[in-house]
């Protein structure tokens, strides 16, 4: 009960690099900052570039602001971008990493989890982030609310046997535009908005920023707001 109102801003595939910079980046910091949060989840895609190219334009992330902190998981394009590198930026700006990790937090008594796992694809390749739900929730408190940050969806398939109450993903882009609209779940099995999965619950965002060419048709980008209500 003490988790009542408790309230999440999601962001994801924010895809800074090429036509995304630092003036966009401040935009999505500043609304969210307005929403008054308790913790801010970053779901992966962030970059699409190195470290030493952008930065700058990453660095109003620094600026996010929370009860409980920022927390991010690696996208498939972290990977392209030299992984390592901006995970150690990332943490600079405050912005916690959770490669196949959880902390645990208290919120007005009450402890919650918080997870990450690499993604599924990419990690499987670079072998020490094979993405693992299950270890990443390894030793957890069983009796509270444990979110999870998981790039693709399909997660959520290993992700609710190791006992997520909620996973928040993105990578679909609900598929940007056309024709890829009608693409966008090959290989997921959610594309966007909130579904339960046996036990468990999924939001997959539709992202935050886009990739490729800045064109949205029929699947608009989003800052994602959740709230906690009773069951």
């Known amino acids: ?53 952008l930065s700058d334009d990453v660095a109003p992330l620094g600026g996010l602001r929370s009860r409980h902190g920022s927390y991010m998981c690696t996208g498939n394009h972290e990977y392209y971008a030299g992984v390592d590198a901006w995970l150690a930026h990332f943490a600079t700006l405050g912005i916690e990493p959770l490669n196949n990790q959880h902390v645990v937090r208290e919120h007005d008594g009450a402890r919650f989890v918080v997870a990450g796992v690499t993604d599924v694809r990419e990690g499987e390749r670079l072998g020490k982030h094979k993405s693992d739900p299950a270890k990443a929730l390894q030793g957890a408190p069983q009796d509270v609310f444990r979110l999870l940050l998981a790039h693709q969806p399909k997660s959520i398939l290993a992700a609710a046997l190791a006992g997520v109450s909620l996973q928040l993903s993105g990578h679909t882009h ?58």
Not at 31 to 40: F, G, K, P, Q
Not at 193 to 201: E, I, N, P, Q, S
């Open 1 to 53: 009960p003490e988790l009542e109102g408790f309230r999440i801003a999601q962001i994801t595939d924010l895809h800074v690099g090429p036509t995304i910079k630092a003036d966009y980046v401040q935009t999505v910091v500043d609304a969210i900052n307005a929403l008054d949060v308790d913790m801010v989840a970053l779901t992966g895609d962030l970059v699409d570039g190195s470290v030493d190219h």
């Open 174 to 231: 609900a598929g940007q535009f056309l024709p890829w609209i009608f693409f966008a779940g090959l290989g997921q099995p959610y594309v966007a908005g909130l579904h339960r999965h046996g036990a468990a619950f999924i939001y997959v965002s539709r992202g935050t920023g886009y990739w490729g060419p800045p064109v949205r048709v029929g699947a608009p980008s989003e800052i994602t707001l959740i709230e906690l209500v009773r069951a």
